[in-house]
């Protein structure tokens, strides 16, 4: 069945008539070719998903009406958020992409020392756009109840700022990994408590620099390997939200 994130909250959406128009309305009718009597997974901005029936199409709009709320959660226990070493070329489409079906809260991109990439300003606003829309389609595809917020890219200081709104502050570093440290991400993961907020940062293509290490260590970042192999920038990401997953949802 279909999902869709509604722009607007309705707070009589279980009584009233629902109106779904344009990109939206588009997809529905054009693409999908849906049909009155159809019924699709509707999502409110701040919740709850229900199941919607349509009950009429029209030249501009598609109208619905609520049937029943969804009661199945979808996300993690957990807010992850995952801030990304600016890489190279589309990789950072694909971390938002898969992160999202995993999970993911949110998407920091990190101005990292070794990012061969770099932002222009005049284009940050049409890049962050695109993720958004990519992290929509993968929320849509997976079944999210919550759309992950893309952050404009921030630098080293921005980033140790922010995290001070986190419960847990973790730095997948590949000296760790090198050393055969994997105790410290699976002790931070047996202690995570629902409704905690998590922070991991990843370095682009070259890692991240001594210096950077040194002051995320010196903000209370806890530095930590993710098993005995290195990971490409667009791998770690996947393997820790799977791994964060396993623990909170599948292990029990």
Known sequence: MQR??????????????????????HHMVRVMRMK?????????????????????????????????????????????AIVSGLPKGDKLELIVQKGTELGASEFIPFAATYSISKWEPKKVSKKIQRLEKIALE?????????????????????????SRSYDVCLVAYEESAKQNEGSQFATALKKLKPGEK??????????????EVTKLSEAGFVLCALGPRILRTETAPLYALSAISYQLELNH
């Open 36 to 80: 009155e009597g159809e019924t699709v997974f509707l999502v409110l901005p701040k919740g709850p998903s229900f199941i919607a029936e349509i009950k009429g199409i029209e030249s501009d709009k598609v109208i619905c009406k609520w049937l029943y709320d969804e009661e199945q959660t979808k996300e993690l226990p957990v807010e992850v």
């Open 198 to 211: 998590v922070l991991l940062v990843f370095g682009p293509e070259g890692g991240l620099s001594e210096k």
């Open 138 to 162: 993968a929320a849509e595809q997976s079944h999210r109840t919550q759309v992950p917020v893309i952050s404009t890219v921030l630098s080293l200081t921005e980033l140790i700022v922010k």
């Open 4 to 25: 869709y994130f509604l722009e607007e909250s309705l707070s009589d959406y279980q009584t009233q008539p629902i109106e779904i128009e344009g990109e939206q309305y």
